[in-house]
Structure formats: structure tokens, C-alpha cells
């Protein structure tokens, strides 16, 4: 079966760091880009990091550029989301997403979503 | 920086009926677009890529079109589950991969 899940959201502190984890299973990771996409509460969706499947390009959202560091592992099959220096408004659930071969932008594949509570 | 506009924010109808919904890019896109439908409390799903190319599993009634700044999603016959929020997407081949705000498809 073909999945995403993440795991490593929590509560933590204004100025705390926290790392995301999402492992794949069911498809040829290696080959596939990765993002991470967050929602905050009653919001719509923002982009905020990509990975490339093997060259491991990365680029930012404006609003994490700095702060986050999206990394992979392509023998373990998971993509992760270091995040350091937390404000109130990284309050979100965050999905994995990767984007189709064809298509790299376009997210075929979701997780479930992991929640981050940046509160004080 | 392109930025996505979705209209309405809401819209209200009834099973059945005929669902349009539009995207408007402040720039030209070409065809990068896709269109995601998003239900409570779940992930959003992928429903059509480079505006009008349906993802794997998707429904016939899902369609889409447009193409430079002008985009539709269709659906032609509302069934129960098709009322969620839908999003648009910038899917160009390299990021930023900016989203619309939302469309909010609600029961009448």
C-alpha cells in the first residue's frame, strides 16, 4: 500500500525547535520530490519546503526560509522538517506530500497530518 | 511572486445540480494548475493536474479547464461527497507552489 506518515508534532515553546518525521512506504521514494505543507487552524493550505527525490534540491517558503530545514533519507524511506526558532504563527497540522513524476508540483500522495502547537 | 484567486468563497447548491468553481492567476500559468478537494477533518486529495488532467481515481464528474490566468473546475452532478473545500495550485516544476485561499462547496 502506497503511504505517508508522519510523526513528531507536539506543544512546544515560542523559540523551541521540533523535527517532523514522515516515512514512505509502497512506491520507489528515491525517485519521487518531497514537500512538507502545513495548515494552520481554519486556514488554508500553505507550501512550505521541497526536497528533490535524488539530488536533494531544496527550496523554502518565504515565511520558514531561514528557520527550516527540510531533509531525506532515501535508504530509509523518509523525509524530515527541522524546525528551529518556532513563532506562534507555525501553529498547524503538517502534511508530507510528494508530487508526481509527471507532474512535480501536482501532491498525488498525502499523510494523515501531524499536529504543532507552538504555545507558551 | 503569483498569486491565486479563487472565487466564490462559498457557494451553496443542492445534489445534483452543477458545480463550477474558478481560479484566477495573477500572471500567466499556462496550464501549471491543479485542483484539490479537501474534506473535514482529512488530507487534502490531488483531483486534476496541469488543469485538466484527472489523478488517478478520480470521478468522471470532475473536470476542469482553462488555461494562461483563467481556470474551472467542474463537477457536473453533485453527489453528497463532493461538498468540501477545494483549493487550486500553482504545480509549475520548480517551487514556490503557491495555493488559492479556497472555495467552500456547501449544501443549499
Known amino acids: 500500500e502506497i503511504q505517508l506518515v508522519e510523526s513528531g508534532g507536539g506543544l512546544v515553546q515560542p523559540g523551541g525547535s521540533l523535527r517532523l518525521s514522515c516515512a514512505a512506504s509502497?512506491?520507489?521514494?528515491?525517485?519521487?520530490?518531497m514537500n512538507w505543507v502545513r495548515q494552520a487552524p481554519g486556514k488554508g493550505l500553505e507550501w512550505v519546503a521541497y526536497i528533490s527525490g535524488s539530488t536533494s534540491k531544496m527550496h523554502y517558503a518565504d515565511s520558514v526560509k531561514g528557520r527550516f530545514i527540510i531533509s531525506r533519507d532515501n535508504r530509509g524511506n523518509s523525509v524530515y522538517l527541522q524546525m528551529n526558532s518556532l513563532r506562534d504563527e507555525d501553529t498547524a497540522v503538517y502534511y508530507c506530500?510528494?508530487?508526481?513524476?509527471?507532474?512535480?508540483?501536482?501532491?498525488?500522495?498525502w499523510g494523515q497530518g501531524t499536529k504543532v502547537i507552538v504555545s507558551s | 511572486e503569483i498569486v491565486l484567486t479563487q472565487s466564490p468563497a462559498t457557494l451553496s447548491l443542492s445534489p445534483g445540480e452543477r458545480a463550477s468553481l474558478s481560479c484566477r492567476a495573477s500572471q500567466s500559468i499556462t496550464n501549471y494548475l491543479a485542483w484539490y478537494q479537501q474534506r473535514p477533518g482529512q488530507a487534502p486529495r490531488l483531483l486534476l493536474y496541469?488543469?485538466?488532467n484527472r489523478a488517478t481515481g478520480i470521478p468522471a464528474r470532475f473536470s476542469g479547464s482553462g488555461s494562461g490566468t483563467d481556470f474551472t473546475l467542474t463537477i457536473s452532478s453533485l453527489e453528497p461527497e463532493d461538498f468540501a473545500v477545494y483549493y487550486c495550485?500553482?504545480?509549475?516544476?520548480?517551487?514556490?507552489?503557491?495555493f488559492g485561499q479556497g472555495t467552500k462547496l456547501e449544501i443549499k
Open positions: 506530500a510528494s508530487g508526481m513524476r509527471q507532474a512535480p508540483g501536482a501532491f498525488d500522495i
Open positions: 509502497g512506491f520507489t521514494f528515491s525517485s519521487y520530490s
Open positions: 496541469d488543469a485538466s
Open positions: 495550485q500553482l504545480r509549475s516544476n520548480w517551487p514556490p507552489y503557491t
